[in-house]
């Protein structure tokens, strides 16, 4: 089993940043698709960015595309969410996600997702 933990959340002015960080247990994620989702209040959790096993390949919606990175350490059972140029509309509880069968072509539907954090508040005021 895996357990994942999100941390890093919290309030931030519009055009600030923050850093989220998910920290695996239990077992190895080295060899996991890792990625982030968000729910916003009242809608329905959505996609956000994923990285394969490797790192080597990352994917993001249109949405944070250029503002946002995820990056991983494999040897830390790390894997991070930059988020930059934050706005008001990126407030939602961040989830991170680990995928045991698609960890080199990550999918953008929660249902591929073996693992889950709890999540973390983000709150982006204007």
């Known amino acids: 089993q895996v357990q994942l933990v999100e941390s890093g959340g919290g309030l931030a002015q519009a055009g600030g940043a923050l850093r989220l960080s998910c920290a695996a247990s239990?077992?190895?994620?080295?060899?996991?698709?890792m990625a982030w989702f968000r729910q916003p209040p009242g809608k329905e959790r959505e996609f956000i960015t994923a990285?394969?096993?490797?790192?080597?390949?990352?994917y993001y919606a249109d949405s944070v595309r250029g503002r946002f990175t995820i990056s991983r350490d494999n040897a830390k059972m790390t894997t991070y969410l930059q988020m930059n140029s934050l706005k008001p509309e990126d407030t939602a509880v961040y989830y991170c996600?680990?995928?045991?069968?698609?960890?080199?072509?990550?999918?953008?539907?929660?249902?591929?997702?073996?693992?889950w954090g709890p999540g973390t508040q983000v709150t982006v005021s204007s």
């Open positions: 996600a680990a995928s045991d069968r698609f960890p080199s072509s990550p999918r953008m539907a929660p249902s591929a997702y073996d693992y």
């Open positions: 239990g077992r190895t994620v080295s060899r996991s698709a």
């Open positions: 990285i394969t096993w490797s790192g080597s390949t990352t």
